[in-house]
Every structure is written in structure tokens, then in C-alpha cells.
């Protein structure tokens, strides 16, 4: 029987597709790989996900879990064909407590959806990829993701206190709980966040939640080079200021925006700085204009604070058009999200010149210079057209990596390994860290059906 009847049987009709235009959609995310799967199953309940498991398991059929497809390194992409599972229709927000500061949703919530809800009751979940208005919290929780304004409020990882996880065999796993702290036996909630998939499937997450800090200012300024941006943002941390995002862009950014949005949107200068500070009202605004001293007296060409809600978001608008800006550019945009110690900031930004210069693809850099996750985008012509320019990125790849290895920094700070930085795995890991890796997946998934093709493979 063909796989799509067995699991029709198995679980619902309405629930497994196998038409042409669904198995085209679940092929892939928003990199470059793609493979359809033989069958996708949109589960509603996790017993559903528990039973098609044991079925994968015994046949061993390959078991490709996603959340919205907005990955942005192939993770999601079902290498092995077999059945692409979709989390997306799990999408309840099941509880928002004040008085324990959790909320319990399944994995398929649109994270931006999760902010809006708990906002209402002045409560707070930090984690800001931009992609918030379409991933999904699970996806944040398979790849750990982050956004701006971890640099002050940690990652994905520091708010998930409790999974549900189904693991390979259909077994089901509850670690943590509703509480904010818990030492009880290994940390196995923190192993699951950012498997990527391949150690079991997650069909409820309890995130903790903080007050909702109730104001917010924005600094932004434009510097002659990045090193003079580079400095003030050391000089922030130096006078004992810990911003809630602290975002840097250099001259290729502001130049694409530029041409994108027009001459009067962008600040004269080659290097953008964006500062946030966020908590109590009097205590934002004092700081807000202690940074504005601190940054002026280093001579930008430009300074802009606002404190109302709405202006802050209006500085932020061109932060935002940045990932915009360098695709009107035409060229095929390749955004790394390695992350460097931050005082290799400037080194960094010169490093990218030295890439442009030996292969000829202009490189823009922007991104969270706070905690050094700094985006490296290649901007390459004829990418999807001509595999010598595929080559040339690779290398040029291996040159950026064996760099920032080099530096004590990591190949990926949000995205994840995916199938996009298999290559450099090995380089970015110890023998005994993949061996340990192998291990855990071993004992978690013996017959390999999670998410194979991926990086342990
Ligand atoms: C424009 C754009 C901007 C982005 N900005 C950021 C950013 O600022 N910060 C950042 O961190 N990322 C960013 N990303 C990357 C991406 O949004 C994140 O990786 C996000 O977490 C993916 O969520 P998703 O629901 O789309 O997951 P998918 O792409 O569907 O899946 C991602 C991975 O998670 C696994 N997975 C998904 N759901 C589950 C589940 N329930 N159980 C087990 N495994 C699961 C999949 O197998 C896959 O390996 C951006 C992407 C785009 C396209």
C-alpha cells in the first residue's frame, strides 16, 4: 500500500496529503535546497504525532518535522523524502498565567501572535527574530533562535522551562514544568532546544515570561567609519550601560538602502548605529540622554533619540529594510550569522573587505553587534545560475570561517547548521563534541528517522 493510504488509515484523511502542490510547498524553507517528501501529515494533537512515530520508527520511514518553513538554512528540508511533518496546525495558545509567568502553547503559535497575547496582560517574551510575524515558536525552540534584543534578554533558550517531546519511538517525554527554576536531574529541556529536529519532535513548549518593560527610547546615529561605531559601542559597555539591542550596519548596507529608499531616509556616513533601552519611564529617560551624551561627544555625523513608541519604531523602520534593501540590490543574498568576540567587531568589518577584494562579491555586514552575532550577507551575481559562482562562495566561505574559528567565534549565533553549514561542521567541532553528538542521537533515535540527512549524518 502506498505510504499516504497506510497513514490515511493510520490516522485521519484530512490530515495526510500527497497532491503535487502540497509536497512542493513542504520541500524546503527560505534556503536554496529542496526535496519533496512522499507524504505530508498536518498534525492537529499529539497523540496524532505519537502514533505516525511509532509507524515511521517500525518501517523506518524518514520523519522530517517543520514549523512554518522560515528557516533560513535547509532544516526543515526533507533530504530523505519520506514524510514531511507539519506543526503548523498546532497552534493554540493553551494558557498565559500572570500569577506563574509562563504560557504553555503548542508549537505551531506564529511567535510575533505569542508576543501580542501575553502583551495584553502586561507580560512579556523577549525572543525577536525578524521573522516573528511568521515563524513559529517550535521552529524558535528546534533552532534556538534569537533577535535583537537578546543581547539583554538571552535567547529562545533562556525562557523555555518545559517541553512536551515525542521522541523517535513515539514515547512520549515532559521535561521542566511551569516553574522558573528547576534542577532536577540533567538539563534535558536544554538538550532539546536547538536539535533541530533530530532528537524528537516538540508538541508543547511553557515559556517564563517577565514584566513588559513599560517604556522604551532609541538612539540612532551614523559614524564616518565603522571603527568610530565600533568604539562608542565599546564605550556604551565601559559606562556600565546594558542596552536592550545595540545593532550596527556598514557602508554597503547603507548604500543599498540608499538606492532602495533615497538619500533622505538614510544617515551621511558609513557606519548605522542603533541603541534600545528599555524599563521604567524616568530611568529610560535619563539614560537615553546620558547615551546621546556619550555618542555625541564622539562627533557622528548624525544623532536622532526618540522616547514615544511609535518614533522609536520609526528609527527602527530602516533597521528593518536593511534585509530588504540588499535584495533590490539584484544580487543573490547568502546571510551568514556567525558570531565573533565582540572585540574582534572591527577586525571583522575588514576581514569582509578582504573577502571583496579576493573574490570580487561585494560583502555587507550588519547586524547584532552587542553580542558580536554580526550578519555577514555575500552578495553574489548569477548565484542561482552558474555553479563557478556557487564555487567561488564556498571558498569564500572557507575563508570566512577558518577566520572567525580562528577568532574564538562560531559559524552560526541563530540559525543553526541545517543542511547549508554541514560542510564546515567538522571544522567548527571537536572529535569528541561529534562523536558525543552521534551518541545522544544513537540513544534517542536508533533507527536514524528524525530528520536524517542533516549534520550528523
Ligand atoms: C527574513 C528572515 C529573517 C530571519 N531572522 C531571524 C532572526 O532574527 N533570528 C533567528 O534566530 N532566526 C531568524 N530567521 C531564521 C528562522 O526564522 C528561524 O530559524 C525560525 O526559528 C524558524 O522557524 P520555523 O517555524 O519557520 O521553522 P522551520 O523552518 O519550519 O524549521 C526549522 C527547524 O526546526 C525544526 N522544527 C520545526 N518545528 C519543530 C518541532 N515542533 N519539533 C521539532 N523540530 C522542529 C525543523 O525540522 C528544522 O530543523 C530568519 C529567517 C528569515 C526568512
Redesign the pocket.
Known amino acids: 500500500m502506498a505510504l499516504a493510504d497506510e497513514l490515511r488509515r493510520l490516522l485521519a484523511d484530512e490530515i495526510v496529503a500527497d497532491d503535487a502542490e502540497t509536497l512542493a510547498a513542504h520541500s524546503g ?2 534556503w536554496f535546497a529542496a526535496e519533496q517528501p512522499e507524504v505530508v501529515v498536518f498534525a492537529e494533537r499529539t497523540e496524532q504525532v505519537r502514533a505516525l512515530l511509532r509507524f515511521a520508527n517500525e518501517h523506518h520511514v524518514a520523519v ?9 538554512v535547509g ?2 528540508v526533507p533530504v530523505r523524502r519520506g514524510i514531511a511533518l507539519s ?1 503548523a496546525r498546532m497552534n493554540r495558545i493553551r494558557e498565559i498565567n500572570f500569577a506563574d509567568a509562563v504560557a504553555i502553547v503548542e ?1 505551531g503559535v506564529i511567535t510575533g501572535q505569542l508576543q501580542r497575547a501575553v502583551r495584553k496582560q502586561k507580560l512579556f517574551y523577549p525572543p525577536d ?3 516573528l510575524e ?3 515558536i ?6 534556538n ?3 535583537p534584543r537578546c543581547l539583554k534578554y538571552g535567547v529562545t533558550r533562556n525562557y523555555v522551562v518545559g517541553l512536551e517531546i515525542v521522541l523517535a519511538n513515539g514515547d512520549l517525554l515532559r521535561t521542566g514544568g511551569r516553574v522558573h527554576k528547576n534542577k532536577t536531574g540533567f538539563d534535558l529541556t536544554g538538550l532539546f532546544v536547538g536539535s ?2 533530530m532528537l ?4 508543547e513548549i511553557t515559556v517564563r515570561l517577565i514584566p513588559h518593560p513599560p517604556a522604551r527610547a532609541t538612539l540612532s546615529a551614523a559614524f564616518d567609519t565603522m571603527q568610530e561605531a565600533a568604539a562608542a559601542v565599546q564605550e556604551i559597555f565601559a559606562r556600565g550601560f546594558l542596552p536592550s539591542s545595540l545593532e550596527i550596519a556598514d557602508h554597503f548596507v547603507l548604500e543599498a538602502a540608499r538606492r532602495d529608499v533615497g538619500t533622505a531616509s538614510v544617515p551621511a556616513g558609513n557606519a548605522h548605529l542603533l541603541v534600545d533601552v528599555d524599563g521604567q519611564l524616568e530611568s529610560v529617560r535619563v539614560e537615553i540622554e546620558l547615551l546621546r551624551e556619550i555618542v555625541e561627544a564622539r562627533r557622528p555625523n548624525y544623532v536622532e533619540v526618540a522616547t514615544e513608541e511609535a518614533d522609536c519604531e520609526k528609527l527602527w523602520a530602516l533597521r528593518r529594510q536593511f ?1 530588504n534593501s540588499l535584495r533590490a540590490t539584484g544580487l543573490t543574498k547568502l546571510n551568514q550569522d556567525i558570531v565573533v568576540p565582540r572585540s574582534h567587531l572591527v577586525d571583522l568589518v575588514e576581514f569582509a573587505e578582504h573577502l571583496r577584494a579576493k573574490y570580487g562579491f561585494p560583502v555587507a555586514t550588519f547586524g547584532h553587534a552587542g553580542d558580536g552575532n554580526i550578519h555577514v550577507n555575500i552578495m553574489a551575481d548569477r548565484y542561482n545560475r552558474e555553479a563557478a559562482v556557487r564555487e567561488q562562495v564556498e571558498h569564500a566561505l572557507d575563508d570566512l570561517f577558518q577566520q572567525v574559528l580562528a577568532w574564538g567565534g562560531v559559524i552560526t549565533g ?3 547548521i ?1 543542511l547549508a553549514k554541514k560542510r564546515w561542521w567538522p571544522q567548527a567541532t571537536s572529535d569528541v563534541s561529534r562523536e558525543l553528538h552521534r551518541a545522544l542521537k544513537r540513544t534517542l533515535d536508533p533507527n536514524g528517522i528524525l ?1 536524517p540527512g542533516k549534520f550528523l549524518d
Open positions: 524553507d527560505k522530517t518535522a517543520r514549523g512554518a518553513g522560515y528557516g533560513y532544516g526543515c506543526l508549537p527574530p525578524a521573522s511568521n515563524c513559529t517550535g521552529g524558535n525552540v528546534a533552532t533562535a534569537g533577535g533541530e529536529g524528537g519532535v516538540v508538541t534585509s541563530e540559525h543553526g541545517g530528520n
